[in-house]
């Protein structure tokens, strides 16, 4: 397969393989810290996620003119090590306590936030440098992306199954694990391919790194609406998997593998993976098309039509066991969107951009994709309880939908060169 050819060069199977080993810790962290948010602070467990969003977004706005002077791989080793070492403090104290605190999770939550925000704009600058054919660039950003998604698959069904017998803390220890072997990757890829680094032309003030990124996506009409739209999109998939599923099945009592709620979330988590997964070897096979915006925009509205159907889901009288199935292939539906927006927007962000840009570009779009996600878990709550869990669900799936549809009558026969 075409999505495959990038593995044969060696800094980019390396590259892969510590992405995707770090992408299972993620995963794996994520679905138990929302588990034991909601547990602790119900509905306000949305706070928690609000403060991760204002944490990712501060620091994208902040380390921009510290991290462009520095090497990028640099960058990416240190916030892996960095995130590893928090996770271990975590995981400590609450070995010695017996239970999680809430400072605990907070300290977690803090790290990795910012850690993401200093890694993800480094690779994305580190990674058109590793291409050596650059008519695999789509492929490589699938590849790339494929870690998410097998990850989604992969690390829910993970808790899924080991919930029954590894305390929860543990889950911590194995993200911890997976950050160090992310490093370590990062590290031999610069022994196997050195790379100049591409700094700004000139000095830059705080506001000047800000704004250089939001510039640079706002020259080009596809990415301006990308930037603009992700704030919606984001705020309201986050206040659905990460809040919304975990209180439907609480409050249905809905049953996964070992009777428990965690493995039902796990479960329908991974259904979502598992079609993210197959969209990318599909979107990942192909160049990127002469118009981006059909298939960037049918991504949308296909996420958007399965979290409406996440909502409908949840309004109908069907047993726990039903629903559960209902909630895996809507979940499934939603998951094949994934893909096809996100590959093409990476395309299209490293053919159309400078190579200079292309970090502060990254943060401009982690700014308004962490300003959404803030905006919609602070909201969330107030939500939940007014409009109820189905209901706002459906809201969420509708607001996707309707930028989707805006997005497709705008811009979908605009006309990029191919890659």
Do not use: K
């Amino acid at each position: 397969m075409r999505l495959l050819r990038p593995l044969r060069d060696a800094p980019i199977a390396l590259l892969w393989g510590g992405l995707a080993t770090s992408a299972v810790g993620d995963q794996l962290y994520a679905v138990v810290l929302s588990w034991i948010a909601v547990a602790v602070f119900g509905a306000a467990a949305g706070y928690l996620t609000a403060l991760q969003a204002a944490i990712v977004l501060l620091t994208a706005l902040g380390s921009g003119r510290w991290a462009d002077r520095r090497a990028h791989r640099s960058v990416m080793i240190g916030a892996d090590l960095s995130r590893a070492a928090a996770l271990l403090v975590v995981v400590l104290a609450w070995l010695v306590a017996g239970q999680a605190a809430a400072w605990s999770l907070v300290l977690a939550v803090l790290v990795l936030a910012a850690g993401q925000a200093l890694f993800r704009p480094a690779l994305q600058a580190t990674l058109l440098g590793l291409v050596a054919d650059r008519s695999l660039l789509p492929a490589t950003n699938g590849l790339l992306d494929s870690t998410d998604r097998l990850a989604r698959l992969v690390g829910p069904g993970l808790v899924a199954l080991l919930a029954v017998w590894l305390p929860q803390a543990h889950f911590l220890t194995l993200d911890a694990a997976t950050f160090l072997a992310s490093a370590t990757a990062i590290g031999l890829i610069g022994r196997l391919r050195p790379l100049a680094h591409v700094a700004p032309d000139a000095p830059q003030s705080f506001g000047t790194a800000i704004a250089r990124g939001f510039r640079a996506m706002r020259a080009h009409a596809l990415l301006g609406y990308v930037l603009g739209s992700t704030f919606v999109i984001n705020g309201a998939w986050y206040a659905v998997m990460f809040l919304g599923l975990p209180l439907a099945i609480e409050h249905f009592g809905v049953r996964g593998p070992g009777g428990t709620g965690l493995g039902a979330y796990g479960l329908v988590v991974s259904a979502y993976g598992c079609t993210n997964l197959l969209a990318t070897v599909v979107v990942g096979s192909r160049t990127l098309p002469v118009r981006p915006g059909m298939l960037m925009f049918s991504g949308t509205l296909t996420v958007g039509a399965g979290i409406l159907l996440l909502g409908v889901v949840m309004a109908l009288p069907v047993p726990p066991a039903a629903r559960l199935a209902c909630l895996m292939a809507a979940a499934g539906i939603a998951g094949i969107g994934g893909p096809m927006s996100d590959i093409t927007i990476a395309t299209l962000r490293q053919t159309l951009l400078a190579t200079a840009d292309m970090a502060a570009a990254m943060r401009a779009y982690m700014v308004m994709t962490n300003l959404g996600v803030l905006a919609g878990m602070l909201m969330a709550p107030a939500l939940f309880r007014n409009v109820g869990i189905s209901g706002t669900v459906a809201l969420c799936g509708g607001a996707i939908l309707l930028i989707g549809m805006t997005g497709m009558v705008r811009l979908g026969a605009t006309r990029v060169a191919p890659a």
